[in-house]
């Protein structure tokens, strides 16, 4: 498996190496998040790499296509098999790249529904809107305990089957950028 290439979905001359990896989708800066230590637990594995969101706030108008855009130009070291939602903000974003990448999946670490509902957020209804969609096209919606611990064994398990977790040694490859034609 680790010598072999696909090509990206709807580019047939840009290679994707083929090393199988997880995304986390953070809801802000990794340092001082709710769930930072789950998070940072997932980041030891080689294959994992985080994606923290714009420090821009995107208007909602520009949203979808902003996610799109961005999903479209994201270089990765391998082959994303499994993105991990902290918070349904970034369902926009999880979204885009389940359409661009093939046998991608979705495991949500969905945060209260109550909580979020009081949070007080302009966007509500919105984020509401969102954690129902991830619930749906989850492949799993993993649980939180009280204590903000995550019950992740069903994830770890799959991320061993889509070899994310391997003892192989991952050696990364960025794909280059191809320069603009003029």
């Given at each position: 498996?680790?010598?072999?290439r696909?090509?990206?979905?709807?580019?047939?001359?840009?290679?994707?190496?083929?090393?199988?990896?997880?995304?986390?989708?953070?809801?802000?800066?990794?340092?001082?998040?709710?769930?930072?230590?789950?998070?940072?637990?997932?980041?030891?594995?080689?294959?994992?790499?985080?994606?923290?969101?714009?420090?821009?706030?995107?208007?909602?108008?520009?949203?979808?296509?902003?996610?799109l855009?961005?999903?479209r130009?994201?270089?990765?070291?391998?082959?994303?098999?499994?993105?991990?939602?902290?918070?349904?903000?970034?369902?926009?974003?999880?979204?885009?790249?389940?359409?661009?990448?093939?046998?991608?999946?979705?495991?949500?670490?969905?945060?209260?529904?109550?909580?979020?509902?009081?949070?007080?957020?302009?966007?509500?209804?919105?984020?509401?809107?969102?954690?129902?969609?991830?619930?749906?096209?989850?492949r799993?919606?993993?649980?939180?305990?009280?204590?903000?611990?995550?019950?992740?064994?069903?994830?770890?398990?799959?991320?061993?089957?889509?070899?994310?977790?391997?003892?192989?040694?991952?050696?990364?490859?960025?794909?280059?950028?191809?320069?603009?034609r003029?």
């Open positions: 498996m680790g010598a072999s696909m090509t990206r979905p709807g580019r047939g001359d840009e290679e994707l190496p083929d090393e199988p990896l997880g995304l986390l989708l953070l809801p802000g800066r990794l340092e001082g998040f709710e769930l930072e230590a789950h998070a940072r637990d997932l980041l030891s594995i080689p294959r994992v790499v985080a994606l923290e969101p714009s420090r821009v706030p995107t208007p909602k108008f520009m949203r979808d296509a902003a996610s855009r961005q999903a130009r994201l270089r990765f070291p391998g082959r994303p098999r499994a993105v991990v939602l902290y918070h349904p903000a970034q369902y926009p974003l999880a979204r885009a790249l389940l359409g661009h990448y093939e046998q991608l999946e979705l495991w949500y670490i969905a945060p209260d529904r109550e909580t979020l509902a009081a949070a007080g957020h302009a966007h509500t209804a919105d984020l509401l809107e969102f954690d129902d969609l991830a619930r749906v096209h989850a799993q919606t993993v649980a939180v305990t009280e204590a903000a611990e995550v019950q992740d064994g069903p994830l770890r398990i799959r991320l061993r089957e889509l070899e994310v977790i391997s003892p192989r040694a991952f050696v990364p490859v960025v794909p280059s950028r191809r320069p603009r003029r």
